[in-house]
């Protein structure tokens, strides 16, 4: 494009006689974005002094067109192309994400989540859909899984399952102390329901290992005195470290997780024994589903009653 690409020049190019090259200088202007090419053309005419074009080229016997085309560096290209591919924004996949994201709310508003499946609602889904609502809007604020490859969703679900982490553990904890059960005994029973659905692996790796890594960094940097509350919570501790240090009472554990690798593995052993009789974990006879449901309750039962006899 003249005055965005190059600068327009319009002058006479003289050959001497006996010359047969000549050079035009052509400004090229440097452009903020990367293109793969640049296309111009120069066109020579009205010929004089008996000059004549070739009637078989461009432009005919009139004029002499030609093209110039400017290519990418064949370096550079492929790293350039391959960023752009990176940046790159897919709008139709954007479109379809903000439709995606209106339909969330549109089904955490609506009771049954649609106004047609609304119309049809029962007491029982008007109640429900009442005491879920706050909880509903606010998980409609994930994005949905089409904006920046899933990883805002990714992101932004590990924040909320981390948040309703928190909120489970602190109401579970007012309800253990006020009940008087022990914080070993909730974490195993009311915490442990309450995170069934799925947040197991962001309670172990990210809620329990960064906690204590701060807890290690604070330990290495304050030093305790003796007499001082942490002497007195661990004092078999304050002997082999008289400065103070990062300290977890295992308690139980070995044997609580011991007790809980033995009811895993019996349910993994009925599963395979499932599979291999009944054709799948899940089917068969009614009779086979609620023996096999009553056993797996029963080891749950069995896990919670040693694990709490061994406080």
Known sequence: VEGADFVAIDDVLEFDSGQVTAEIKVKILPKGRYENQEIF?????????????????DGGADSCIFSVIITANKESKGRIDHLRSMVAVNWDIVNIGNANYKDQFISAIFCNGSPEEQK????????VHI?????????????????????????????MIGIVTVIIGDMAELLGCTLGISSATTAITLVAMGNITGSNSVNV?????LPWMIQAIYWEVVECVPGDEWYLLYPETAKLYPKGAFAVASGSLSATVAVFVACALICVAVLMIRRKVVGGELGGSKGGAYATSALFVSLWIAYLAISIALE
């Not at 053309?41 to 080229?57: I, S």
């Open 41 to 57: 053309r120069v066109v020579l005419k009205d010929p004089t002094g008996g000059v004549t074009f070739d009637n078989t080229t």
């Open 205 to 209: 790796f990210l809620g329990l290992g």
């Open 131 to 159: 005491i879920c609502l706050p909880w509903k809007l606010f998980f409609a604020i994930v994005p949905p899984t089409e904006y920046c490859g899933g990883w805002a969703c990714f992101c932004v679900a590990l924040l």
């Open 120 to 127: 049809n609602a029962k007491l029982l889904d008007w109640v």
